[in-house]
């Protein structure tokens, strides 16, 4: 695996297939189960949550940072892969 980062809009299959593969996310969810998978992210650590509405690239872009360079989410996903 070379990625670092998966942005999605967190839908079941790409949530399930970064879990899997122990990539940290950044969730901008747009409908739907997304909302709910996007906080759920978050909640088990494994990356950021950031609403849609209202979002700039600059939010963007360092939503993106924080997540690629906070050591925790990466150990987080790692984690999680390991056990699925």
């Given at each position: 695996n070379n990625a670092k980062l998966?942005?999605?809009?967190?839908?079941?299959?790409?949530?399930?297939?970064?879990?899997?593969a122990g990539?940290?996310?950044?969730a901008l969810p747009l409908f739907g189960?997304?909302?709910r998978n996007a906080a759920r992210i978050q909640d088990l650590g494994v990356g950021v949550h950031v609403e849609v509405k209202g979002l700039t690239a600059a939010v963007l872009v360092e939503?993106?940072?924080?997540?690629?360079?906070?050591?925790?989410?990466?150990?987080?996903?790692e984690?999680?892969?390991?056990?699925i």
């Open positions: 998966f942005v999605t809009h967190a839908g079941c299959n790409g949530v399930r297939e970064a879990l899997t990539v940290p996310m950044v189960d997304q909302h939503q993106i940072k924080h997540a690629l360079n906070a050591r925790t989410y990466h150990e987080s996903a984690g999680l892969a390991a056990k």
